[in-house]
């Protein structure tokens, strides 16, 4: 997982949500991570994405604590700037 780390902003490449993006908040194991978006998958209820699925970004959420709030603001911020 050197690539991808806590708080980073992604992009679901396959499945139903393709194309929706999301923050990192954990790992499962070495292939799968949590995901959360603040709205519907939030960090009580992550969504569970395999790591090749996802195109990883550079901005990072810089928080230690991350809350729902949070997580919907950073995307409004700077998911349309890095749209794929």
Not at 11 to 32: C, L, M, P, W
Not at 66 to 79: Q, S, T, V
């Amino acid at each position: 997982m050197g690539l991808c780390k806590k708080g980073q902003l992604v992009t679901s490449r396959k499945g139903r949500d393709a194309g929706k993006q999301y923050v990192v908040i954990g790992f499962y194991d070495e292939n799968h991570v949590q995901v959360a978006d603040g709205y519907v998958r939030k960090i009580e209820r992550p969504k569970r994405k395999n790591f090749k699925h996802l195109i990883i970004h550079q901005k990072c959420l810089e928080s230690s604590t991350f809350n729902d709030k949070a997580i919907r603001e950073f995307i409004e911020l700077h998911g349309t700037e890095e749209k794929v």
